[in-house]
């Protein structure tokens, strides 16, 4: 089947602009995850959704930064008044389950987003 | 605090020759630990996984890793690789599975 598709594949745009980001999960995964790879660093964490739960927002860095999911699907991760310092490609995965931690999770060929 | 280290940024090997890529992690108990692989052009893909029980994990790929509490590490072994691993590696901790600390990753070139 499909696995975890985003988009766009690239995205440049102007400091302070708003951008959203676009991740849709492999049909019947209940658990979405959203990283950041920054140059020379590894992924970091920055939101979990798992079903109709409240999402773990524990690793978004500042508050120009959101995401939702709607219908238990597709997941949007929005930046607001963009900075230099955003310029990373942005990672989704997801997993059949959340909890437990036997799941495993798929990651997508991210969105590469430039700042200038 | 918390955190994953992958001291080699790069690492080239011959193929054929073993391969052992570290991960060394600061963790207050055992957490969740993950090695995935980054081939150009391909998103992340999981190598293995340990929760918990047999500290010598298989992976795919013929990828093994082994869970050192004393030493806290989770190191990555192929016995003989092949040209096809040259890749970016990455370890991955967390005390819960769906939160992870990644390492900065580790570069493998395979020569001839």
């Known amino acids: 089947g499909a696995g975890v598709s985003q988009s766009p594949s690239n995205k440049v745009t102007e400091k302070g602009k708003d951008v959203e980001l676009r991740c849709d999960p492999i049909?019947?995964?209940?658990?979405l995850y959203w990283y950041r790879q920054s140059l020379g660093q590894g992924l970091e964490f920055l939101i979990y959704?798992?079903?109709?739960?409240?999402?773990?927002k524990s690793g978004l860095p500042s508050d120009r930064f959101s995401a939702e999911r709607t219908g238990g699907s597709v997941s949007t991760l929005t930046i607001q008044r963009t900075q230099q310092e955003d310029s990373a490609v942005y990672l989704c995965a997801s997993s059949l389950v959340g909890t437990g931690g036997q799941e495993t999770q798929y990651f997508g060929p991210g969105t590469r987003l430039l700042v200038l | 605090a918390q955190s994953v280290t992958q001291p080699d940024i790069h690492i080239t090997v011959s193929e054929g020759a073993s391969l052992e890529l570290r991960c060394n992690y600061s963790y207050g108990a055992t957490p969740y630990l993950f090695w995935y692989v980054q081939s150009p052009g391909q998103g992340l893909q999981l190598l293995l996984k340990y929760f918990s029980g047999d500290t010598l994990v298989q992976g795919i790929k013929g990828f093994e890793a082994e869970f050192k509490r004393s030493q806290s590490s989770f190191n990555l072994r192929k016995p003989s690789v092949h040209w096809s691993d040259a890749a970016e590696y990455f370890c991955?901790?967390?005390?819960?599975?769906?939160?992870?600390?990644f390492g900065k990753g580790t570069s493998l070139l395979v020569t001839p």
């Open positions: 049909s019947g995964h209940t658990a």
């Open positions: 959704f798992q079903g109709n739960s409240a999402p773990d």
């Open positions: 991955a901790v967390g005390e819960v599975a769906y939160a992870l600390n």
